[in-house]
């Protein structure tokens, strides 16, 4: 397994109310980009303003950083995170394991919601102080199809599905190493082998899909992603470009 990387923190707590609020509290003491993880998360929040539901046992945490740069950079990352995430899970279940990503991070396992990225930033006037990549792993148990909305993705877990246990710990030691491996990447050569990497690992790639844009949905054939991370999809009406990744603010 490769090595923790330099001069990132690591921090594991017993419990918290969100890996993400945490981060936000934490950053201005920060030095340098710090991983969050809590063994327990009590009030896990994930996209649009949901509830993320944590059984004991699952992994939630979060990579908090200064970004650097410029805009798009949020997106951009949110892409590495879902990489790394899959590349860090392949490392630790071997390559049969049945992974994929679902735009614009979501990994998927066995076609069913394994886990779920939310960024997050703080800042103010449109310039980000800090960005949160939360990311949270069915790696022990999944929520009953009941308890997540109507028509969302089939929860799963790793356990479940795989019958294999890792650890939160373990986790976190494959996914930092990796996520620094792709940041690197993006930071030496640019976005293209990011989205190269992406799209291999891409379910549904060309077929019809439905997206949700703001309060609209469009339905199109799934043909790729653009240099910005856009989702790419040909309908009725042409082609259309989704923007990527949502990026919520909070205070600060
Ligand atoms: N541990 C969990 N595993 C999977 N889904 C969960 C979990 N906890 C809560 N959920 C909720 O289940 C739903 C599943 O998310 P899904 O990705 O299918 O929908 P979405 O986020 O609305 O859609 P999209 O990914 O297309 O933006 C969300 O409401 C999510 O917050
Ligand atoms: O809705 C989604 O798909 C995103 C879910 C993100 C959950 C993770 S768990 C760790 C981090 N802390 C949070 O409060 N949320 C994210």
């Known amino acids: ?50 509830p993320w539901n944590d059984p004991p046992g699952n992994f939630a945490a979060t990579l908090v950083l200064r970004p650097t740069g410029g805009p798009g950079e949020a997106a951009r990352l949110s892409f590495v995170a879902a990489l790394a995430l899959h590349d860090a899970l392949v490392a ?47 790696l022990a148990a999944a929520p009953e199809s009941e308890q997540v909305e109507a028509g969302a993705m089939r929860p799963v877990s790793l356990l479940g599905e795989t019958g294999l246990t890792i650890t939160p710990e373990e986790l976190l030691d494959a996914l930092a190493p990796a996520f620094n491996d792709w ?3 993006m930071e030496n050569e640019g976005f293209a082998p990011i989205r190269q990497a992406w799209l291999a690992r891409a379910a549904r790639l060309g077929e019809t899909i439905l997206a949700r844009a703001g309060n609209t949905r469009i339905e199109g054939r799934f043909d790729g992603i653009d240099e910005t991370g856009a989702l790419i999809l040909t309908t009725a009406g042409g082609r259309q470009a989704i923007p990527a990744a949502e990026i919520y603010f909070s205070e600060g």
């Open 183 to 185: 940041a690197r990447r």
């Open 92 to 138: 630790l279940c071997g390559p049969q394991i049945r992974l994929a990503l679902k735009w614009p991070n979501d990994v998927l396992l066995n076609g069913g919601k394994l886990s779920g990225i939310l960024l997050e930033s703080s800042g103010t006037g449109g310039s980000m102080t800090s960005l949160a990549i939360g990311i949270g792993v069915n």
């Open 1 to 50: 397994m490769a090595d923790w990387p330099d001069g990132v923190a690591r921090h594991v707590l017993e419990r918290v109310d969100s890996t993400n609020a945490e981060a936000f509290r934490l950053a201005p003491h920060l030095s340098g980009p710090a991983w969050i993880m809590a063994r327990r998360q009590e009030a896990g929040r994930g996209r649009r303003g949901r």
